[in-house]
T-cell receptor, first 112, second 117 residues
Framework: AQSVSQHNHHVILSEAASLELGCNYS??????LFWYVQYPGQHLQLLLK??????LVKGIKGFEAEFIKSKFSFNLRKPSVQWSDTAEYFC??????????FGTGTSLTVIP | GAVVSQHPSWVICKSGTSVKIECRSL??????MFWYRQFPKQSLMLMAT?????????EQGVEKDKFLINHASLTLSTLTVTSAHPEDSSFYIC?????????????FGNGTRLTVT
């Protein structure tokens, strides 16, 4: 069975701190990888995606993620978080059957 | 940009009744749509893949007779929760890939909060 694991369930940071959220997946075939964000009271929005090529991908709002194939990981990073980054973050995997599976989510709280 | 519209946003129904949730792709054709269920403070659980013109594909553990999915057109998929019970209370979210194919991110509806009393 395919699964997506996010190790950090709840992260609390002060503004300007650096962020790294872990994501690992288990799937033997080719995958596409995504990070979605859900701000309070809003629907899911795409932060960034990896299909192929450069394993370091940059997304919106200063976020980036690195795909490490050997570790089946796709960790999300941001050098300096802002209060407005407070949200729920979901890692997702798309398999070749075009199905999407989501991780359990990480709740990020940024303290001003 | 691409928009997925979901209706209703919230619904309260009595136990034993059925509820239909609609998911529409507003400015693109969606041959495939996905239905998710999200419990409080938890992730999205894929329930089923809705395919236009054919039967939906259900994930393991999801009752196909309870969660009826119909994808009658390229812009509309419906999820009907039949004989709803309180344990069906949840947040249901539909989504669709913009180009309906691999290498296409998902666009999400705003979700439907179902409360069964």
């Amino acid at each position: 069975a395919q699964s997506v694991s996010q190790h950090n369930h709840h992260v609390i940071l002060s503004e300007a701190a650096s962020l790294e959220l872990g994501c690992n997946y288990s799937y033997g075939g080719t995958v596409n990888l995504f990070w979605y964000v859900q701000y309070p009271g809003q629907h899911l929005q795409l932060l960034l995606k990896y299909f192929s090529g450069d394993p370091l991908v940059k997304g919106i709002k200063g976020f980036e993620a690195e795909f490490i194939k050997s570790k089946f990981s796709f960790n999300l990073r941001k050098p300096s978080v802002q209060w407005s980054d407070t949200a729920e973050y979901f890692c997702a995997v798309q398999n070749t059957g075009n199905q999407f599976y989501f991780g359990t989510g990480t709740s990020l709280t940024v303290i001003p | 940009g691409a928009v997925v519209s979901q209706h209703p946003s919230w619904v309260i129904c009595k136990s034993g009744t059925s509820v239909k949730i609609e998911c529409r792709s507003l400015d693109f054709q969606a041959t495939t749509m996905f239905w998710y269920r999200q419990f409080p403070k938890q992730s999205l659980m894929l329930m089923a893949t809705s395919n236009e013109g054919s039967k939906a594909t259900y994930e393991q553990g999801v009752e196909k007779d309870k969660f009826l999915i119909n994808h009658a057109s390229l812009t509309l998929s419906t999820l009907t929760v039949t004989s709803a019970h309180p344990e069906d209370s949840s947040f249901y979210i539909c989504s669709a890939p913009l180009r309906g194919s691999y290498n296409s991110p998902l666009h999400f509806g705003n979700g439907t909060r179902l409360t069964v009393t």
